[in-house]
C-alpha cells in the first residue's frame, strides 16, 4: 500500500540547488557588468568636462584676448555645467594670456551612483 505515499526524491533537490546557485550566478554578473559600466561612464563624463572647459577657455582666449579670471565667469558665459556632487573642479588662472590649470576630480563615492 505504499503507491499512495509520496516521497522526495534526492534528485529534485539536486535541481533545486543547482536553480537556486545558476541564478545567483546570473544576479552577480549582471552587477559586475552594471558596475563597469557605471565606472566606464563616470570616466567619459569626467573627460568630456574637462575637455569643455578647456574649449571655454580658448573660446574666451579667441574672443576677448585674456583667459576667464574664475571658473565662475567660464560656466556662466559659456553655458557650462556639470554634477558638482560628482565631480571637483580647480581652476588656477596663471594670467590673461597663459592657459589655466584645469583639473577635474571624479568625488569619491561618484561611480556608487
Known amino acids: 500500500m505504499t503507491r499512495f505515499v509520496y516521497t522526495k526524491s534526492p534528485r529534485k533537490n539536486k535541481n ?35 575637455q569643455s572647459l578647456r574649449q571655454g577657455a580658448v573660446h574666451c582666449y579667441a574672443v576677448s584676448g585674456s583667459y576667464p579670471e574664475s571658473l565662475a565667469i567660464l560656466l556662466e558665459q ?17 594670467g ?3 592657459m589655466p590649470d584645469i583639473t577635474v576630480i571624479a568625488r ?6
Open 16 to 50: 533545486i540547488l543547482w536553480s537556486i546557485l545558476i541564478f545567483a550566478l546570473l544576479i552577480l554578473a549582471l552587477l559586475l557588468f552594471i558596475s563597469r559600466f557605471s565606472h566606464s561612464s563616470l570616466q567619459e563624463q569626467k573627460a568630456s568636462l574637462e
Open 108 to 113: 569619491k563615492g561618484a561611480d556608487a551612483l
Open 96 to 98: 590673461a594670456n597663459v
Open 78 to 94: 559659456y553655458g557650462i555645467s556639470y554634477d558638482k556632487n560628482s565631480f571637483f573642479v580647480d581652476y588656477q588662472p596663471l
